[in-house]
């Protein structure tokens, strides 16, 4: 009966040992992303590089360009750097940040099918402390293709290498240490800034919604 116990315990030792590191194995399993405490950060948005993507629906703003209906439907890739300038500012942080991006556009509405290019921007944003919410604008411009129409359509664009700027503003809200998603307005003007005698311009402004990941 002795040796019968003696077993059991042999048995039951390791047993009991592990069971002490079940709860802390099955925490680490289960927790998420480290939270954000007050006055810090797990990870610093700011000081960090950002992918984003955003996806949106421009209208023509009918009057102060070509007298065309245009609908836009911009795909936007973003790469963002860590900030290269800072000031407390408010409740917050002040941050400038370089971004660039590449533009995919159908056009749905209007004479051309597609735009395409590239823009350069820096993108100015207030963060909280505990860099949970950030305000953004950016303000910029690049160039781009299209394939244009404005020998065959009154109105439609007159070459098919064109200039781009850009307004862009809205908030952010940051899930988890990595993933921030956005809500925002983006305007943008097209043309070919002259280079062309046919040269009406494109003027459209409309709602974003993207995600971004910290990196």
Known sequence: MLR????IRAVLRPLRRGAWGLPF??????????P???GEASLDPTEHWELDFD?????????????????FLPQILTLKTGAFMRR????GDLVVRNRFSLLAEPIVQGPESYFVGVTIAPSIEWWT?????CAFF????GFGLMDSKGYQVPGGQGQDFNLTWFMYGGVRYRITDHLSATLGVYFQHISNGGQDPVNPGVNALGPTLGIGWHF
């Open 4 to 7: 019968v116990n003696s077993c």
């Open 25 to 34: 194995l099955a925490g680490a399993l289960l927790a998420g992303p480290s």
């Open 36 to 38: 954000v405490q007050a």
């Open 55 to 71: 996806t949106a629906v421009l209208w023509d703003v009918t009057g102060l360009a070509t007298p065309l209906d245009y609908t």
């Open 88 to 91: 407390a500012w408010g409740d």
């Open 129 to 133: 402390r505990t860099r949970t919410f």
């Open 138 to 141: 950016s303000i910029g411009g």
